[in-house]
């Protein structure tokens, strides 16, 4: 009974690998000093492969199936050995077997901005991230470039090669897309697309095939941000300074307003009074007429001036010095000075 225990242990006759977790992409089978028996049973499940490997050469490569190994079915292990055609005793090889399964849900991303051209912004600082999937494809260069004879290969092994060659070639990707930024931050598909073709061959060399690829988002600094918004507000206006400064003055007068109301003191009564009105309505006049026909805009007192004698005025008359009315027509003096 012992000899027949030491007989069986000693020879192989079925080689499968039955997955149990996710995220494996080679694993080896275990051979320790077992031998295959002549005839044994490979067993290659759906999305999988089964590579042979002798001496650290790979031989056989089998797809999905029932495999019966012989001679006839590892003709290059047999060449290898230098077996006769009727070789039927036991032998030994390197088994692995690789996953073609996709590899979903696999993360990428920019943890610092990086630099584009662009050809409507020249140097373009962006962020970017999002998530791609890929498979073995080629087992064959993919053990011998990557996985190698360890007995286990996984995703997170190949995890930062991957990310590195996705930081490597985004701006590639733009440059020879020769789309603006603003299309593909609008079309986060096409920036996608454009990645996906610049990526495959770089996969590809080493034995794996991208599948899919997705940009979630797509981004710049916030204070490039600031400055495209500006852009897109003088394109909204038809690249009309005149008018865009105009709105960019009615959109600052109120938080300007608020701001002094806030702070309390004689700054937030002069506000209060409608100076912070009158003072908008004459900068907007001001600013019009400096960029209309190209004359020299009306030069008159600083806005600064004027809100510093506001406060010494209405200090006056807070103490009694100046009436209501007094302090009225100097803040109406002042004001037309301004004009």
């Known amino acids: 009974m012992a000899l027949m225990d030491f007989i069986r242990k000693q020879f192989i006759d079925i080689i499968q690998w039955t997955e149990d977790s996710d995220g494996t992409l080679a694993w080896r089978f275990p051979m320790a000093d077992l031998e295959i028996q002549n005839g044994a049973a490979l067993v290659v499940r759906a999305s999988q492969v089964a590579v042979f490997v002798n001496e650290g050469q790979v031989a056989d490569v089998f797809g999905p199936g029932t495999h019966k190994l012989t001679t006839q079915t590892l003709p290059v292990l047999t060449y290898l050995k230098n077996w006769d055609k009727l070789f039927e005793s036991p032998f030994k090889s390197d088994v692995y077997f690789l996953s073609t399964r996709q590899q979903i849900d696999q993360k990428w991303g920019t943890p610092q901005p990086i630099t584009i051209r662009d050809k409507d912004f020249g140097a373009v600082r962006l962020r970017a991230f999002g998530n791609y999937s890929f498979r073995v494809a080629d087992a064959k260069l993919f053990h011998t470039e990557i996985s190698g004879t360890r007995d286990s290969y996984g995703v997170s092994d190949l995890d930062g090669q991957l990310r590195g060659l996705v930081l490597q070639n985004i701006s590639n990707a733009i440059a020879s897309s020769g789309i603006p930024f603003l299309d593909l931050a609008a079309n986060q598909t096409v920036f996608a697309q454009a990645l996906t073709a610049q990526l495959g061959p770089e996969?590809?060399?080493?034995?794996?095939?991208?599948?899919?690829?997705?940009?979630?988002?797509?981004?710049?600094?916030?204070?490039?941000?600031?400055?495209?918004?500006?852009?897109?507000?003088?394109?909204?206006?038809?690249?009309?300074?005149?008018?865009?400064?105009?709105?960019?003055?009615?959109?600052?007068?109120?938080?300007?307003?608020?701001?002094?109301?806030?702070?309390?003191?004689?700054?937030?009564?002069?506000?209060?009074?409608?100076?912070?009105?009158?003072?908008?309505?004459?900068?907007?006049?001001?600013l019009q007429a400096g960029l209309q026909g190209g004359a020299a805009a009306v030069v008159g007192v600083k806005p600064e001036e004027v809100m510093a004698t506001l406060e010494k005025l209405g200090e006056l008359k807070t103490k009694g010095i100046l009436t209501q009315e007094e302090f009225d027509a100097k803040k109406a003096e002042l004001l037309k000075k301004l004009v």
């Open 203 to 286: 996969f590809a060399k080493i034995g794996l095939q991208l599948d899919g690829m997705t940009v979630q988002n797509l981004s710049l600094p916030e204070d490039l941000q600031k400055i495209l918004d500006q852009k897109i507000g003088m394109g909204m206006v038809g690249n009309d300074m005149g008018k865009f400064m105009q709105y960019q003055t009615a959109q600052a007068i109120p938080k300007f307003a608020e701001g002094a109301g806030q702070g309390g003191g004689i700054a937030g009564d002069a506000m209060g009074l409608g100076a912070g009105v009158a003072l908008g309505q004459v900068l907007a006049q001001n």
